[in-house]
């Protein structure tokens, strides 16, 4: 934690000059800041030299740690041979290239095209222009309304903050119309009183039919889900979700998009998440994991048919007038086929190697009275605490009690996020068992510490 006293401290210094986004600033006023200079490993150093284990990855996307020789070396190489070009007019580097062929073919498309952006954001927002472009193009140029769920989250620009269901979207004064939001799937927290899951999910399927019917199929562009929602606070589908709302969508003719920015590139234990959830979208977003955190890349990879609708209708007017200055970036690109190459050879077995463990020890935890649920896929999950398990009642907004838990187990050296009245855990895929330990070890220590402080 750095030193607030001294007027030049990293601490002062951090906040006198930078804006910090998504930060609660009472919380920094007394806890001050964490200003870090490197990492080693899952572990990042601060300007103090206290190391501090990532259990999130930095943002979900730290996936190779932070120290990784191959990464940084194939930057060095392409920076030194090509520092940089866009991807207009015709023209793109070889990595770019290289790097949309192998997209596909790692993408359980057969066929498809990838276009370039520098955030999942504007990925969300480029798929969601894509999609209007298109039916426009094709004759139907009222189907714009847009389908997410309820906590969802597709990122920060106006229009994926729309898709993106969270209340602290209002003071913007968005959604924007035309964004619409069905029940998140989360069973534990939205099933009724004596509903059964299955019971859930077929609700949850007429409330979708119930909105295609009442809005008018013809004038939907689209539906974007994460195969497990991650900042929504890591929710995995209720039972049969996607089995039931797939064949919806599908009989209206409703494109389905996966935002796999988190579920992307082996975090659920398969390639893809919509791969653990045995399903195809029209479409993928990726982005974090895409470059392991190594550099700012979002990608949209479109599946055949929505690939030749979008060429045919930018064969109709010409050009598709979208991109970005730093799309298809060849240092980012050159990263990423790296990335993909080491997801491929070793790291998406780490995670196969590391789930059990990392499911035990959230199970381990979810025995205590105060935690409610523990939940997850693969090696992203969280653990919500609260006040009474059997009526699932949580602790009293004022309490802050997830911020607590992630403040001591700071204090202990671990990094862990709170979302809502969850801690979650989304570790690198080169963690070692004796890392996980340490994670589950340090979690275990704050919970007793902060519930003891409450009871
Ligand atoms: C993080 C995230 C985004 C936004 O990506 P940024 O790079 O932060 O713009 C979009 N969708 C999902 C599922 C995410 O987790």
């Given at each position: 934690?750095?030193?607030?006293s001294?007027?030049?401290s990293?601490?002062?210094?951090?906040?006198a000059?930078?804006?910090?986004?998504?930060?609660d600033?009472?919380?920094?006023?007394a806890?001050g800041t964490?200003?870090?200079?490197?990492?080693?490993?899952?572990?990042?150093?601060?300007?103090?030299?206290?190391?501090?284990?990532?259990?999130?990855?930095?943002?979900?996307?730290?996936?190779?740690?932070?120290?990784?020789?191959g990464?940084?070396?194939?930057?060095?190489?392409?920076?030194?041979?090509?520092p940089?070009?866009?991807a207009?007019?015709?023209?793109?580097?070889?990595?770019?290239?290289?790097?949309?062929?192998?997209?596909?073919?790692v993408?359980?498309?057969?066929?498809?095209?990838?276009?370039?952006?520098?955030?999942?954001?504007?990925?969300?927002?480029?798929?969601?222009?894509?999609?209007?472009?298109?039916?426009?193009a094709?004759?139907?140029?009222?189907?714009?309304?847009?389908?997410?769920?309820?906590?969802a989250?597709?990122?920060?620009?106006?229009?994926s903050?729309?898709?993106?269901?969270?209340?602290?979207?209002?003071?913007?004064g968005?959604?924007?119309?035309?964004?619409?939001?069905?029940?998140?799937?989360?069973?534990?927290?939205?099933?009724?009183?004596?509903?059964?899951?299955?019971?859930?999910?077929?609700?949850?399927?007429a409330?979708?039919?119930?909105?295609?019917?009442?809005?008018?199929a013809?004038?939907?562009?689209?539906?974007?889900?994460e195969p497990?929602q991650?900042?929504?606070?890591?929710?995995?589908?209720?039972?049969?979700?996607?089995e039931?709302?797939l064949?919806i969508?599908?009989?209206?003719?409703?494109?389905v998009?996966?935002d796999?920015?988190?579920?992307?590139?082996?975090?659920?234990?398969?390639?893809?998440?919509?791969?653990?959830?045995?399903?195809?979208?029209?479409?993928?977003?990726?982005?974090?994991?895409?470059t392991?955190?190594?550099f700012?890349?979002?990608?949209?990879?479109?599946?055949?048919?929505?690939?030749?609708?979008?060429?045919?209708?930018?064969?109709?007017?010409?050009?598709?007038?979208?991109?970005?200055?730093a799309?298809?970036?060849?240092?980012?690109?050159?990263?990423?086929?790296?990335?993909?190459?080491?997801v491929?050879?070793?790291?998406?077995?780490?995670?196969?190697?590391?789930?059990?463990?990392?499911?035990?020890?959230?199970?381990?935890i979810?025995?205590?009275?105060?935690?409610?649920?523990?939940?997850?896929?693969?090696?992203?999950?969280?653990?919500?605490?609260?006040k009474?398990?059997?009526?699932?009642?949580?602790?009293?907004?004022?309490?802050?009690?997830?911020?607590?838990?992630?403040?001591?187990?700071?204090?202990?050296?671990?990094?862990c996020?709170?979302?809502?009245q969850?801690?979650?855990?989304?570790?690198?895929?080169t963690?070692?068992?004796?890392?996980?330990?340490?994670?589950?070890?340090?979690l275990?220590?704050?919970?007793?510490?902060v519930?003891?402080?409450?009871?």
């Amino acid at each position: 934690m750095a030193d607030s006293s001294l007027p030049n401290s990293w601490d002062a210094r951090a906040k006198a000059a930078t804006f910090f986004g998504f930060t609660d600033l009472p919380s920094i006023a007394a806890r001050g800041t964490v200003v870090l200079t490197h990492g080693e490993g899952p572990y990042v150093i601060d300007t103090e030299g206290k190391r501090y284990l990532d259990a999130n990855s930095g943002l979900w996307n730290m996936i190779a740690g932070f120290d990784h020789a191959g990464l940084t070396k194939v930057a060095q190489d392409q920076y030194a041979r090509m520092p940089g070009y866009h991807a207009f007019f015709g023209r793109m580097t070889d990595q770019t290239v290289m790097l949309s062929e192998k997209l596909v073919e790692v993408s359980p498309f057969e066929t498809g095209r990838v276009f370039y952006t520098n955030s999942g954001s504007e990925a969300n927002d480029t798929m969601v222009k894509m999609l209007w472009f298109l039916h426009a193009a094709e004759g139907r140029p009222q189907a714009r309304k847009i389908i997410t769920r309820g906590n969802a989250y597709h990122g920060v620009t106006a229009v994926s903050a729309s898709m993106t269901a969270k209340p602290y979207n209002a003071v913007f004064g968005l959604p924007l119309p035309g964004f619409l939001h069905l029940t998140c799937p989360h069973y534990w927290r939205e099933g009724r009183e004596g509903e059964s899951e299955a019971a859930f999910t077929a609700r949850l399927g007429a409330e979708l039919e119930e909105m295609i019917a009442r809005e008018g199929a013809d004038t939907i562009a689209g539906f974007f889900a994460e195969p497990v929602q991650g900042a929504g606070g890591v929710i995995p589908p209720s039972e049969g979700y996607f089995e039931t709302i797939l064949p919806i969508l599908r009989a209206h003719g409703i494109p389905v998009i996966a935002d796999e920015v988190i579920t992307g590139l082996g975090r659920t234990g398969a390639m893809w998440g919509c791969e653990s959830y045995d399903f195809v979208p029209d479409a993928i977003i990726s982005s974090k994991a895409l470059t392991a955190g190594y550099f700012p890349m979002g990608a949209v990879i479109l599946g055949p048919d929505l690939s030749d609708r979008l060429q045919r209708a930018t064969e109709v007017i010409e050009e598709f007038p979208h991109g970005f200055t730093a799309s298809g970036h060849p240092v980012g690109c050159a990263i990423a086929l790296k990335a993909i190459d080491l997801v491929q050879s070793e790291l998406l077995a780490n995670v196969q190697r590391l789930t059990p463990a990392f499911e035990a020890g959230m199970a381990r935890i979810a025995q205590h009275p105060h935690i409610g649920e523990a939940r997850g896929r693969g090696l992203m999950g969280a653990l919500e605490a609260v006040k009474d398990k059997a009526t699932k009642t949580p602790w009293e907004g004022h309490l802050s009690v997830s911020e607590r838990i992630a403040n001591t187990c700071t204090d202990h050296g671990l990094i862990c996020r709170p979302l809502g009245q969850s801690i979650v855990l989304c570790p690198p895929f080169t963690m070692t068992d004796a890392q996980m330990d340490e994670m589950f070890t340090k979690l275990s220590a704050a919970l007793e510490e902060v519930f003891a402080g409450l009871t």
